[in-house]
């Protein structure tokens, strides 16, 4: 079975803090994905990956930067946390040879002070 | 935007009863993907249905897609308290892999 590893379920950060989150995949997957999920607002893409060192913005990459140097991992960055960034953060991969199903980490619940 | 759009936003029913999810979007699409996600969890890809296809099952799950209405429904029979869960519907288009959400059904099954 495919399985997407996310670092940290829960962190506590404080404001200005830098904090990476990361993400690491065994499938061999070149797509892979950060979602942001907040009540109400359904699941929104920061970025994407579809290679190593590639990314693509999402729909809201602001305040965020990723990294993808191994294809297995594919970090998101906070270079300085606010609290409006307070979420519950998801990764996902996929391969684009297939049917596009993405697996999903179990989630990092960040929440900045 | 893309995203597509879950209704109802809540459900809330009994075990054994039937419960029926729907969600509608607004573009062209190659397929169209129902995930469930319990409290506090990842999300988990339950089905898919193409888009040149009208209707899939699995187990308890029955799918069906309409792209004349843009629209799809997720039945699933026979609820049990263990499918208390959100639903997501979500779109795939033709980039690169992405999917589009919508924001979820919550449903909770009584025992």
């Known amino acids: 079975d495919v399985k997407v590893t996310q670092s940290s379920r829960y962190l506590v950060k404080r404001t200005g803090e830098k904090v990476f989150l990361e993400c690491v995949q065994d499938?061999?997957?070149?797509?892979m994905f950060w979602y942001r999920q907040d009540p109400g607002l359904g699941l929104r893409l920061i970025y994407f990956?579809?290679?190593?060192?590639?990314?693509e913005k999402g729909d809201i990459p602001e305040g965020y930067s990723v990294s993808r140097e191994k294809k297995e991992r594919f970090s998101l960055i906070l270079e300085s946390a606010s609290t409006n960034q307070t979420s519950m953060y998801l990764c996902a991969s996929s391969s684009p040879f297939r049917t596009g199903e993405l697996f999903f980490g179990e989630g990092s619940r960040l929440t900045v002070l | 935007s893309q995203q597509g759009e879950e209704d109802p936003q809540a459900l809330s029913i009994q075990e054994g009863e039937n419960a029926t999810m729907n969600c509608s979007y607004k573009t062209s699409i190659n397929n169209l993907q129902w995930y469930r996600q319990n409290s506090g969890r990842g999300l988990v890809h339950l089905i898919l249905i193409r888009s040149n296809e009208r209707e899939k099952h699995s187990g308890r799950l029955r799918v069906t897609l309409d792209t004349s209405k843009k629209s799809s429904s997720l039945l699933i029979t026979a609820s049990r308290a263990a499918d208390t869960a959100s639903y997501f519907c979500a779109t795939r288009g033709s980039t690169l892999g992405r999917l589009y959400f919508g924001r979820g059904t919550q449903l909770t099954v009584w025992p």
């Open positions: 990956s579809y290679d190593v060192k590639m990314k």
């Open positions: 499938m061999d997957h070149e797509n």
